[in-house]
């Protein structure tokens, strides 16, 4: 099955400055890759999503870029606010169903 | 609109009892997932229904079942709990209709407890 791997496990930023967090992923099949943002003790909340027809989309300050070939995606978040300090999961799916395989998470920690 | 409602929130259970959680989805959707979060494993899935029918199925043992009403309603049972089984058990909800997946919806999850 699909197998989502997710770096850096943690990551510390300064209020203002930029954060990326890279997803890879193993099949080559998945064409649908979204990015949840999930606050301390609250549900997983989508905060955008690609397909694999797309190499980039932006919204806002968020951004997610995809690269088929290397089989890698990243979520990009630019000017971060402490109401962005929460744990980001990446996901891959082959689509045509809600089976989504998620990587470990990532904490961002925004330091005002 | 209502999100998706998932009951008990909170529950403690002893090794080798069983438990079932109720997820409610969003009026109008009709796919429901299930998926486990641990600290050590972040999301996994356990299942999807989609009009009454499991959809898919992840690598959980046969102890994991589930299954879906008339109404959309789902359920889950975990027989013979383990103390592994702790987790946080969140629901999700989505159109489902059609090819492409889309956004899922969850709810604030079933957290269990295995003592």
């Known amino acids: 099955g699909e197998n989502v791997e997710q770096h850096p496990s943690t990551l510390s930023v300064q209020e203002g400055d930029s954060a990326v967090i890279k997803c890879t992923y193993s099949d080559s099949a998945s064409n649908y890759f979204p990015w949840y943002k999930q606050e301390l003790g609250k549900r997983p909340q989508l905060i955008i999503d690609?397909?694999?027809?797309?190499g980039e989309k932006k919204d806002q300050r968020i951004a997610v870029t995809l690269n088929k070939t290397a089989k890698h995606f990243s979520l990009h978040i630019t000017e971060t606010q402490p109401e962005d300090s929460a744990v980001y999961f990446c996901a891959a799916s082959m689509g045509g169903n809600n089976r989504l395989a998620f990587g470990k998470g990532n904490q961002v920690v925004v330091i005002p | 609109k209502a999100g998706v409602t998932q009951t008990p929130r909170y529950l403690i259970k002893t090794r080798g009892q069983q438990v079932t959680l109720s997820c409610s989805p969003i009026s109008g959707h009709r796919s429901v997932s299930w998926y486990q979060q641990t600290p050590g494993q972040g999301l996994q899935f356990l299942f999807e229904y989609f009009s009454e029918t499991q959809r898919n199925k992840g690598n959980f043992p046969g102890r994991f079942s589930g299954r879906q009403f008339s109404n959309s309603r789902s359920e889950m049972n975990v027989s013979t709990l383990e103390l592994g089984d702790s987790a946080l058990y969140l629901c999700?909800?989505?159109?489902?209709?059609?090819?492409?997946?889309?956004?899922?919806?969850f709810g604030e999850g079933s957290r269990l407890t295995v003592l």
């Open positions: 999700a909800s989505s159109p489902g209709a059609g090819e492409a997946t889309g956004e899922l919806f």
């Open positions: 690609i397909r694999s027809n797309v």
